[in-house]
């Protein structure tokens, strides 16, 4: 089991900032990608942004140049650094980790973290 703590959530004006962390454990696991998954009212799940454990990035047209997402390897955690946050950001934000387990056959995992409210007010 990977279990997944998601933290930064909240309420903010349009404009403003949030940092959104989410934090994974597990026994002997290795973590590949790290992202953030979004699913605004009444519409379907979107990607956000994911990084790689090489620290490639990669950013929907829609938040490019207003969000960043880094990665602290050391304490399996990833970050997305929301600033200039627009009414339609509103969302719950899901993190997911992928990778794979430490064993022989180095089985893959796709974790979901349970999701964190963002609401940007106008």
């Known amino acids: 089991q990977v279990r997944l703590v998601e933290s930064g959530g909240g309420v903010v004006q349009a404009g403003g900032s949030l940092r959104l962390a989410c934090a994974a454990s597990?026994?002997?696991?290795?973590?590949?990608?790290m992202g953030w998954d979004r699913q605004p009212p009444g519409r379907q799940r979107e990607l956000v942004a994911f990084?790689?454990?090489?620290?490639?990035?990669n950013y929907a047209g829609s938040v490019k140049g207003r969000f960043t997402i880094t990665r602290d390897n050391a304490e399996n955690t990833v970050y997305l650094q929301m600033n200039s946050l627009k009414p339609e950001d509103t969302a719950v934000y899901f993190c997911?980790?992928?990778?794979?387990?430490?064993?022989?056959?180095?089985?893959?995992?796709?974790?979901w973290g349970q999701g964190t409210q963002v609401t940007v007010s106008s």
């Open positions: 997911n980790v992928n990778g794979w387990r430490v064993e022989l056959s180095r089985p893959r995992f796709s974790s």
């Open positions: 597990g026994d002997n696991i290795n973590i590949e990608a």
């Open positions: 990084i790689t454990d090489g620290g490639t990035t």
